[in-house]
């Protein structure tokens, strides 16, 4: 055999093997999984975007909150963080909730964002795209 064609050989191998790995990889996905989901996480801090003061207690904060979050998508799953920060030599620290969606676009988003800043009295709220999968479970029959 010459070199050409130990190359050309080395190639199909090569595409052949990439092709078995994409059959493989597709052959046992679930009916019910979805695909190219994506999941907004949004980062809402409660202190004042002018006095750096709680806008509300924690509990009036996870209500009003949820009000909105009912109102734009008609649930929500919602966690309570701290964040902390340095400014100025100033250390800084804020009562955050956490909220993930899904089965949403990033304008619902957005549009939820902006009740939440005029709500909470923001400068703005952190929102972060992550590319995931999602599938409905619903036990083994």
Request: some cysteine.
């Amino acid at each position: 055999m010459n070199s050409k064609s130990g190359i050309a050989a080395l190639i199909l191998a090569v595409i052949a093997l990439c092709l078995s790995a994409v059959s493989l990889g597709t052959a046992h996905k679930p009916a019910d999984q979805e695909t190219g989901d994506v999941q907004y996480v949004m980062y809402l801090g409660t202190n004042d975007k002018d006095t750096n003061e709680p806008v509300c207690s924690p509990e009036e904060a996870k209500v009003r909150a949820a009000e909105i979050l009912v109102d734009h998508f008609g649930g929500y799953t919602m966690q309570e963080a701290n964040g902390g920060w340095e400014d100025d030599g100033n250390l800084y620290q804020e009562y955050t909730l956490v909220i993930y969606l899904s089965d949403t676009t990033l304008d619902a988003v957005h549009a939820a964002g902006d009740d939440m800043i005029r709500a909470f009295h923001q400068s703005s709220v952190l929102i972060q795209a992550n590319e995931t999968t999602t599938e409905f479970y619903s036990g083994t029959t």
